[in-house]
C-alpha cells in the first residue's frame, strides 16, 4: 500500500528549531509536487510551503525566512527545516504528495512551542 510516513515533531521552545521529515512507502515509480500543510486546533488546514520536482518553492507569507522545503529526488524524501519557531507555529504538519500521479497525505506530527 503507498503511504506517506511522517518524522520529527515535538515540542519545541519559542525561537527553538525542528526539522520534519516525510518519505513515502510502497510501490512508488513517480513522485511530483510535494508540500506541506498544517493545521492548528480549530483552525483549517492551510499550505505551508511547495516544492515541485525540479526544486521550485513557495511559502506562506508568514514562514519566509524562518521555514526551509527541501527533497531529496533520489529518496522522494521531503524535509521541512523549522527555525525561529513561535507559538502561533503549533500546529499539525502535514505531508503531501502526488505519488504515482495520485495525491497522498501523511498521517500528521504534532508540532508545539510553548515555554
Known amino acids: 500500500q503507498v503511504q506517506l510516513v511522517e518524522s520529527g515533531g515535538g515540542l519545541v521552545q519559542p525561537g527553538g528549531s525542528l526539522r520534519l521529515s516525510c518519505a513515502p512507502s510502497?510501490?512508488?515509480?513517480?513522485?511530483?509536487?510535494m508540500a506541506w500543510y498544517r493545521q492548528a486546533p480549530e483552525n483549517q488546514r492551510e499550505l505551508v510551503a511547495t516544492?515541485?520536482?525540479?526544486?521550485?518553492?513557495n511559502y506562506k507569507d508568514s514562514v519566509k525566512g524562518r521555514f526551509t522545503i527541501s527533497r531529496d529526488n533520489a529518496n522522494n524524501t521531503v524535509f521541512l527545516q523549522m527555525n525561529s519557531l513561535k507559538p502561533e507555529d503549533t500546529a499539525v504538519y502535514y505531508c503531501?504528495?502526488?505519488?504515482?500521479?495520485?495525491?497522498?497525505w501523511g498521517q500528521g506530527t504534532q508540532v508545539t512551542v510553548s515555554s
Open positions: 516544492i515541485t520536482r525540479d526544486l521550485t518553492t
Open positions: 510502497g510501490n512508488i515509480f513517480r513522485v511530483s509536487d
Open positions: 503531501y504528495a502526488v505519488l504515482n500521479g495520485i495525491r497522498r
